[in-house]
C-alpha cells in the first residue's frame, strides 16, 4: 500500500508542476511558427478564386490583403492553449501593425525580433536574459563556455547564471569536476572527460592507467593500472547455499540451484553435494523418485506422487485425511456446521461482503489514475482560469488527503 500512497502522491506533484505556466516567450514563439506556417500555406492561395483587377485595385494584392492576414491569426494558436488565446487577443494590434507596415515593407521582417523582443518583451535576443536582455556570463556568443546553459536565455525571465553540464562545474563552468579530467583545454574551451570507473576519485588521462589512486575493489597493477580484485577468490564469504560472482570493482553472493547443497555456480551441474531429494548422476543432480521406494506411503490407503525434491502421500479418491489415516468423507459435515449457531461470528456471506467493502474503501491504482488523468483533463481545458483551477485542486488536495496520508 505504501507504493500506492506515494504514486498518487507523486502524481499529485505531478499535476501541480502541471498548472505552473508556459513560460511566456515559449508562448510568443508558438505564435511566431504558426505565423510562418500560415504564410506557407496561404502563400499560393487567391481568395474567391483569383485576383479581378477590381478587386487588386480596392483591397491590394492578396500577399499583404487583409484576408490573408485573417487567414492567418485565425490559426496562430495550434495547441489552443489559453496562453495563447490570451496573447494573441492582447497584442491584436500590434499583429495588424507588423502586418500593415513591416511585412509590406520588407517581405522577410523578423516578425520574433519585432513581436516577441521588441514589442511585447516576453523574449530576449539568443544569449541574454532577464527584464532588460542583459548578456549571460562568459563570451557572449559561447556563455558558460557552452558547457552549461544560461539560466533565462532568451526570455525575459531567470538568473543568468550558469547551469554547468554534468562533469563541469565553477561560475563558468570552466573547470573539470573531481572524477573528471580535462581531456583538452585552452583560453576560450575546455573538454572534461569522466575517469575510469576503476578509479578512487581524480585521474589525470581515460583508461583504468590514468587514475590516481584505485578505487575500492580494484588494486594497482604494473601493465594494467588499476585491475579489479577478484573478491571470490580472496575475501569474499558467501552463506551456506550460496556461490560468490565476481563482478567489476566488486562481487555478489547468489543462490545455489534448489538441486544442490553448495555450489560453484548456478545450475544442477555445479553442486558440491547433492541436496536432500536429489542424486548426483552424469555429474548433475537430478531428481529421486521416492514413489518407486517399497511402503514410502506406510499406508494403503495413500497414492504417492512425486515432487520435484520430495514426494506427496496423499488419501485414494472417495477419503479423506483424519489425525495421519485415511477415513471415508463424511456426507453430511457442510450441513452439521452450518445448523450451529455463530451469532456474534460473521457468516462467511458477511465476510464477503465485508471484505468487498474494504476493497471499495482503498480504490485500486486504476481509479487514482483515472481521478488524476480527469483532474489533469479539466486543468488543461480550463488552463490559465485560476479559480476553477483552485477549486480543483482543493478537491484533489482533499482527495490525495484521504488515501495517500
Ligand atoms: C581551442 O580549442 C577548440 C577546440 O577544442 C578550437 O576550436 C579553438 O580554435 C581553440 N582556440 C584556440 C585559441 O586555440
Ligand atoms: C484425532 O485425535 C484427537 C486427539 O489425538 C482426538 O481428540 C480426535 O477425536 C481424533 N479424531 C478422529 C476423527 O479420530
Known amino acids: 500500500m505504501t507504493v500506492n500512497r506515494l504514486t498518487v502522491f507523486s502524481l499529485f506533484i505531478i499535476s501541480l508542476i502541471e498548472y505552473v505556466a508556459l513560460d511566456k516567450c515559449s508562448v510568443c514563439r508558438g505564435i511566431i511558427d504558426n505565423f510562418d506556417e500560415g504564410l506557407k500555406k496561404t502563400a499560393k492561395a487567391n481568395f474567391g478564386g483569383g485576383n479581378t483587377r477590381w478587386e487588386e485595385k480596392s483591397l491590394g494584392s492578396y500577399a499583404t490583403s487583409e484576408t490573408r492576414l485573417v487567414e492567418i491569426v485565425e490559426n496562430l494558436c495550434s495547441k489552443d492553449t489559453k496562453e495563447c488565446h490570451t496573447m494573441v487577443e492582447e497584442y491584436e494590434d500590434l499583429v495588424e501593425n507588423f502586418w500593415f507596415n513591416q511585412f509590406q515593407k520588407k517581405r522577410d521582417a523578423d516578425f520574433f525580433q519585432w513581436l516577441c523582443i521588441e514589442n511585447v518583451k516576453v523574449c530576449c535576443p539568443k544569449n541574454t536574459y532577464g ?31 550558469c547551469n554547468c553540464d554534468s562533469g563541469y562545474q565553477g561560475d563558468l563552468c570552466d573547470e573539470c569536476k573531481d572524477a573528471y579530467f580535462e581531456e583538452s583545454k585552452n583560453d576560450t574551451h575546455i573538454t572534461c572527460t569522466a575517469c575510469h570507473m576503476s578509479c578512487k576519485s581524480t585521474c589525470w588521462e581515460a583508461g583504468p592507467k590514468g587514475c590516481d589512486e584505485c578505487g575500492k575493489g580494484w588494486e ?46 548456478y545450475g544442477i551441474d555445479k553442486c558440491d553435494k547433492c541436496a536432500e531429494g536429489y542424486t548426483m548422476e552424469d555429474n548433475s543432480c537430478k531428481d529421486v523418485d521416492e514413489c518407486l521406494l517399497e511402503d514410502i506411503c506406510e499406508d494403503e490407503n495413500k497414492v504417492c506422487t ?10 485414494k479418491d472417495g477419503l479423506i ?19 450451529k449457531p455463530h451469532k456474534k461470528k460473521f457468516s462467511s456471506k458477511d465476510k464477503k461482503s465485508l471484505k468487498k467493502r474494504n476493497k471499495y474503501s482503498q480504490p485500486s491504482l486504476l481509479v487514482h489514475f483515472a481521478i488524476l488523468g480527469l483532474y489533469a483533463l479539466c486543468g488543461l481545458l480550463v488552463r490559465g482560469n485560476v479559480v476553477i483551477i483552485s477549486v480543483l485542486t482543493v478537491f484533489l488536495g482533499i482527495y490525495v488527503y484521504w488515501f495517500a496520508i
Open 131 to 161: 527584464p532588460s536582455c542583459s548578456q549571460c556570463k562568459g563570451d557572449k556568443d559561447r556563455p558558460c563556455t557552452s558547457n552549461g546553459k544560461c539560466d533565462g536565455e532568451g526570455t525575459r525571465e531567470g538568473t543568468g547564471k
Open 321 to 339: 485425511e483424519e489425525n495421519n489415516t485415511c477415513i471415508p468423507k463424511p456426507k453430511d459435515i457442510p450441513k452439521k456446521k452450518e445448523s
Open 220 to 265: 594497482q597493477n604494473e601493465e594494467e593500472g588499476c585491475k579489479d580484485i577478484n573478491e571470490c577468490e580472496t575475501d569474499a564469504t558467501c552463506e551456506n547455499g550460496q556461490y560468490c560472482s565476481n563482478t567489476q570493482g566488486s562481487y555478489h553472493c547468489a543462490t545455489c540451484h534448489k538441486a544442490c547443497d553448495g555450489c560453484t555456480l
Open 306 to 315: 512425486n515432487k520435484d525434491g520430495g514426494y506427496d502421500c496423499k488419501c
